[in-house]
């Protein structure tokens, strides 16, 4: 028996231009009519996923990676950096990237970015700008534009227990707090609102999906995911340029 659908956004749920489809929206809801919650489970902030929160009404949102986590419209978990943290992963960055390192940090309700104008990245339109040099409000995430390994773990160091973890599709790595993950946070619903483990699936594509997947009953993966996603799941779906969400869930509950 399902009792919760879990799907990561870009690259899985979201189409490559940004959409969800009419279909995976219809799908979604016929979940909820058969008494399945759906959740949304993404790295990005609050702030960049409401119009998809309009669109699908999801039971469960985690964002930022984990570390927030809502359920029916309410904040459950919040996971932050503290201001003096905050401050030394700043620092460090600035240390071990120099000073015109691209930095975007995420709170509750904005995101920050250290270039007046974004170079790629529709993501960073309406970012406020912030230097970082005297920043003073606790971070949920900071990203760096950086594919250094060695660099994140020197990074990391700057505070205890932080989760780094790089994108695949961007030359970015992604800083949390160590509670801040997809996995603790499938980990805090089961634990809160008695649903076991078995109960649970979770469609994603990268990286920071790989916990929650093995930690789910049925973990699948997108047909467009990176290899490392593919080898630790349950099944494999259409891309997401397919609906490959809507489509396993159609199959699986014969919506």
């Known amino acids: 028996m399902t009792k919760l659908v879990l799907t990561d956004l870009d690259r899985t749920l979201l189409t490559t231009d940004k959409r969800i489809s009419d279909k995976s929206v219809e799908v ?6 058969k008494g399945i919650l759906v959740g949304f489970s993404t790295s990005r902030g609050y702030v960049k996923i409401q119009d998809y929160l309009k669109q699908v009404n999801p039971d469960v949102v985690i964002c930022n990676d984990g570390g927030n986590i809502f359920y029916k419209g309410e904040m459950v978990f919040q996971a932050v950096f503290s201001v003096e943290e905050t401050r030394a992963i ?15 940090l995420d709170t509750l309700n ?21 230097d970082f040099k005297n ?48 996995e603790h946070a499938v980990e805090f619903l089961s634990e809160k609102y008695k649903i076991l483990f078995a109960e649970m699936i979770a469609f994603g594509d990268d990286f920071n999906d790989i916990g929650m997947l093995k930690k789910c009953g049925t973990g ?36």
């Open 135 to 182: 920043f003073n409000n606790p971070a949920i995430k900071i990203c760096v534009k950086t594919v250094d390994k060695e660099a994140a773990e020197k990074i990391s160091s700057a505070a205890e227990a932080v989760d780094a973890v790089p994108f695949s599709d961007i030359p970015w790595y992604k800083f949390t707090p160590g509670t801040s993950t997809k």
């Open 90 to 104: 700043l620092c460090k960055i600035f240390e071990v990237c120099g000073p015109e390192i691209e930095i975007t």
């Open 220 to 255: 699948v993966a997108m047909s467009n995911a990176i290899p490392e996603v593919k080898a630790i799941a349950d099944a494999e779906t259409l891309s997401n340029d397919e609906d490959g969400v809507a489509e396993f869930l159609k199959e699986k509950f014969q919506l």
């Open 110 to 130: 904005k995101i920050y970015y250290n270039k007046k104008t974004s170079e790629s990245d529709n993501y960073l339109i309406g970012a406020e700008y912030s």
């Open 28 to 33: 979604l809801k016929k979940c909820r009519d």
